[in-house]
C-alpha cells in the first residue's frame, strides 16, 4: 500500500492556488488570514503585557500562544474547507485554492519590489525610501540608491524563504497525507511566519513571550530554506560555488535561516549582502555575505525575482510528477 496519496481535489487546489498567486496575489483590502492572525496576536500580546509581569508567566504564555495559534489556524483552515466540500466538493477546491492563494506571497513580494523601483527609476530617491519603509524594519530616510537596492534584495532573499518556497513546502506536505489537505499545513506555517515577525524578538518586553514562537518557526523553516539554498544554487550555473559561499558566510549570521537565504541570493548574483544598517537610530553589523564581485543593479533586483519564481516553478513541478506518478501506480495497488 502507497504510504501516500494525492487526492485529486487537493492537486487542483494546490495547482489553482500558484496560479492565483501569480496572476493576482493579495487584492487590497480583501479578508486575509494573517490578518486575522495579526490581531489575534496583537490582543494577546496587550494582555500578556499587563496581566502578566513574571518571567516564567510570560515564557508559558508565550507557549500557549504558539501552540493555540498555530493548532487553531490549522483547525480553522481545515473546517472551511470541509464544510465548503460538504456543501458541493468544486466549491471546497475553490475555497481551499483561495485559501492556499493567500499563503503565498510571490505576487506580493514582486509588486513590493516595483512599488520602490518605479520612482527609483525615476531618480525620486525620496519617494523610493518612503516606499521602501513599508517593506523594511531598517531606517530609510538616508538610504542611498545603492543602499536600497541592498535593502530590496535582502527582503527578496529573505522573503523567498518565508513568504513562497516555505508555505509552498508544507502545502505540498499536507497535500501528500490523504484526508488532511494543503490548507491546514500552509496556514499552520503561515501562523508560525507571523508569530515570529510579530513577537519572535530578543528584546524586551518580547523575548519572553516570542522565545518559543522564534525556535518553533526557526525549526519549521530549516529544511524549505535549505531546499531553496539548493533551487538556486542549481538555476544559478554555480551550485558549487554558491554551496561554497554559503557553508562559509551563512553560518556567522545569527539567524539559521535568513542568512543561508541571502547569502544563497548574494552567491549566484555575484554581488555582497549584508553591512551596516541602521533600526530606530541604532547602527548594526549585519554579517557579510557572499562577494562583491559587481555592485547591485536593477539587473540583480530582477534576476532576484526570477530565481524566487523559478524555485516556486521548481517545488510545483516536483509535486505535479509526485501527483502523476501516484495516480499511475494507485490502479496496480488494487
Known amino acids: 500500500m502507497l504510504m501516500f496519496a494525492v487526492e485529486w481535489d487537493a492537486a487542483i487546489a494546490l495547482l489553482l492556488a500558484a496560479f492565483l498567486d501569480y496572476l493576482i496575489g493579495d487584492p487590497w483590502g480583501w479578508p486575509h488570514p494573517v490578518r486575522v492572525m495579526g490581531?489575534?496576536?496583537?490582543h494577546y500580546t496587550n494582555f500578556v503585557k499587563h496581566h502578566l509581569p513574571d518571567k516564567r508567566q510570560r515564557r508559558i504564555a508565550g507557549i500557549f500562544l504558539g501552540l493555540g495559534l498555530i493548532g487553531s489556524s490549522a483547525f480553522v483552515g481545515w473546517f472551511l474547507v470541509e464544510s465548503a466540500t460538504w456543501i458541493h466538493p468544486l466549491f471546497?477546491?475553490?475555497?481551499?485554492?483561495?485559501?492556499?492563494?493567500s499563503c503565498f506571497a510571490g505576487r506580493s513580494l514582486r509588486a513590493a519590489t516595483e512599488d520602490v523601483l518605479v520612482p527609483l527609476r525615476q531618480g525620486d530617491l525620496a519617494t523610493a525610501r518612503t516606499k521602501?519603509?513599508?517593506?523594511?524594519?531598517?531606517?530609510?530616510?538616508?538610504?542611498s540608491e545603492s543602499e536600497i537596492l541592498r535593502a530590496l534584495l535582502e527582503t527578496i532573499a529573505e522573503n523567498t524563504t518565508d513568504g513562497a518556497t516555505a508555505p509552498l513546502f508544507y502545502a505540498i506536505v499536507g497535500a501528500l497525507i490523504p484526508g488532511v489537505g494543503s490548507v491546514p499545513f500552509a496556514l499552520a506555517y503561515k501562523a508560525a511566519s507571523t508569530l515570529d515577525s510579530m513577537v519572535g524578538y530578543r528584546t524586551k518586553p518580547l523575548a519572553e513571550l516570542g522565545w518559543f514562537s522564534a525556535q518553533l518557526e526557526d525549526r519549521l523553516t530549516w529544511?524549505?530554506?535549505?531546499?531553496?539554498?539548493?533551487?538556486?544554487?542549481?538555476?544559478?550555473?554555480?551550485?558549487?560555488?554558491?554551496?561554497q559561499l554559503c557553508c562559509r558566510d551563512a553560518p556567522q549570521d545569527p539567524s539559521p535561516n535568513s542568512g543561508w537565504s541571502e547569502c544563497a541570493y548574494a552567491a549566484a548574483l555575484g554581488v555582497q549582502l549584508g553591512g551596516t544598517n541602521t533600526y530606530?537610530?541604532?547602527?548594526?553589523e549585519k554579517p557579510r555575505l557572499g562577494e562583491s564581485d559587481r555592485a547591485i543593479s536593477l539587473e540583480e533586483i530582477t534576476r532576484s525575482l526570477f530565481l524566487m519564481r523559478a524555485c516556486l516553478l521548481l517545488g510545483l513541478l516536483f509535486f505535479l510528477a509526485c501527483?502523476?506518478?501516484?495516480?499511475?501506480?494507485?490502479p496496480s495497488e488494487g
Request: glycine letters at 6%; hydrophobic letters at 60%; proline letters at 3%.
Open 132 to 143: 521602501l519603509s513599508y517593506y523594511v524594519g531598517r531606517d530609510t530616510h538616508n538610504l
Open 39 to 42: 490581531w489575534a496576536i496583537a
Open 92 to 101: 471546497g477546491t475553490l475555497i481551499a485554492a483561495i485559501m492556499l492563494a
Open 280 to 284: 530606530n537610530g541604532i547602527v548594526k
Open 323 to 330: 501527483w502523476l506518478s501516484m495516480a499511475i501506480l494507485a
Open 223 to 243: 529544511l524549505p530554506c535549505r531546499l531553496t539554498v539548493l533551487a538556486i544554487a542549481l538555476f544559478s550555473g554555480k551550485p558549487r560555488r554558491v554551496w
